[in-house]
């Protein structure tokens, strides 16, 4: 008979759980250094090929964004626990790397712009990692600053949609900074979220964190643009 704790868990039951969630942490980890050969091959054929949605309109452009990105989650969603949910995300993922086109066209004009696209990777790398991990070893439950910093993102999207028409540079820079805090504070939630067994699918916790990731690493690359560019 197994031992049974105050809770009224067995010792195998919760060793079970720990067992869950190290496999989906751990799959969600290897997902999402996978999603990063996708994103590279979209932004590479964006470059090279000069896409963009937003060159005539970045109003309907941003319109015809949202519409194909919400199509992806709600495909995403409902095929997560399948191959065809990993081919969708990893489909998303190049997608998204396309839509870095403009960003990284407009930083490759400066002479470091290779150097800020490193500088931008390595510091989203090192946000990541060290969010990560305090996520992975807090005893802080996280898990309240979600409705806020979905609270903070409406506002971001709301302010730059608004931005795209008052054109004012310190609203952009605002937003930016903003982004790179909301989205790292993101992190905690969704790692945590992993590691407390309260997302146990894979597909959908990269999906969350690749979110954070993209978010981060481009609105840093903008920044990084504005305060360090060398265009002599």
């Known amino acids: 008979m197994n031992e049974q704790n105050t809770f009224g868990y067995s010792a195998s039951n919760t060793l079970t759980d720990a067992i869950t969630r190290n496999r989906v942490l751990r799959n ?28 005539t309109s970045p109003f309907i452009g941003f319109i015809v964004f949202m519409a194909i990105a919400f199509g992806f ?30 960003i990284l066209t407009h930083t490759l004009q400066f002479k470091n712009g290779a150097q800020l696209i490193m500088m931008a990777f390595g510091a989203t790398s090192l946000i990541f990692a060290g969010m990560a991990t305090w996520a ?13 910093l979905f609270i903070g993102v409406i506002l971001l999207i709301l302010a730059s949609v608004a931005n795209i028409f008052l054109q004012i540079p310190a609203l952009a820079l605002t937003v930016m ?56």
């Open 28 to 55: 969600t980890f290897a997902l999402l250094a996978l999603t990063m050969v996708p994103t590279i091959l979209g932004a590479w054929v964006g470059v090279t090929t000069g896409f963009s949605f937003f060159r």
């Open 73 to 102: 989650f709600w495909a995403i969603e409902k095929n997560k626990n399948t191959g065809t949910g990993v081919l969708l995300l990893l489909g998303f993922t190049g997608f998204m790397g396309l839509m870095l086109t403009g």
């Open 136 to 148: 992975a070893t807090s005893k802080t439950n996280f898990e309240g600053l979600g409705k806020f």
């Open 177 to 232: 900074v903003l982004a790179v805090g909301i989205f790292s504070a993101f992190i905690l939630v969704d790692v945590q979220r992993i590691v407390n067994g309260g997302e146990t699918n894979y597909v959908m916790a990269t999906l969350s964190i690749y979110l954070n990731v993209y978010n981060i690493f481009s609105n840093l690359l903008a920044l990084f643009g504005i305060v360090g560019g060398d265009r002599d």
